[in-house]
């Protein structure tokens, strides 16, 4: 039985939209991807994360990772190189490329978060929401604190890479 062969079970159609999924991409088995949802080349989806774009689609760009027991309700688009933390709720947002969305963060409706930037842990992002680039966001809710020099970007594409590396061995003992 082929990889594909095992994880395919965790692939379900809503209507006429089912999910479209990288060759390269890696899918742990108890990942949920519902209807409209198309994960690009060199992304992880782990254990137990949910996608579920029932209500608008779900993108998840190259080399993103969205780990174990997330939840993302579409629409949501997430872009290159972004960590999505364990436990991690995004509805109906974007993440621009080159973010980190910390453990147990919540994302809401309409919030757009600015390329290299980071959610911290826990954090709450109120509806509506535009989070400029490169910005620290912490808090219930959410307040940027800081921002961020150009040059994080690459450590958080890096941070967005070793998930990637991080899922071979899981690939590899099927």
């Not at 029932?54 to 993302?72: A, E, P, T, W, Y």
């Not at 947002?93 to 147990?104: L, P, Y």
């Not at 967005?160 to 991080?166: D, I, Q």
Request: glycine share 10%.
């Amino acid at each position: 039985m082929s990889y594909r062969e095992v994880v395919s079970t965790v692939l379900i159609p809503y209507y006429d939209k089912s999910p479209r999924i990288s060759p390269e991409a890696f899918l742990a088995e108890g990942s949920q991807l519902i209807g409209d949802v198309r994960v690009g080349a060199s992304a992880s989806i782990w254990y137990n994360a949910v996608l579920r774009a029932d209500r608008g689609g779900i993108v998840i760009g190259d080399f993103s990772s969205i780990q174990d027991c997330c939840v993302l309700h579409g629409p949501v688009n997430v872009g290159a190189h972004v960590t999505c933390g364990h436990g991690a709720i995004l509805h109906g947002a974007t993440v621009e490329d080159n973010c980190v969305i910390g453990m147990n963060a919540v994302v809401l409706d309409g919030v757009v978060v600015g390329h290299g930037s980071i959610v911290a842990a826990g954090a709450v992002v109120p509806q509506g929401m535009n989070i400029p680039p490169r910005s620290m966001v912490v808090g219930v809710p959410a307040k940027v604190t800081k921002e961020f020099p150009a040059e994080n970007e690459e450590k958080l594409r890096e941070i967005a890479k070793a998930y990637f590396e991080f899922a071979r061995p899981h690939m590899q003992n099927r």
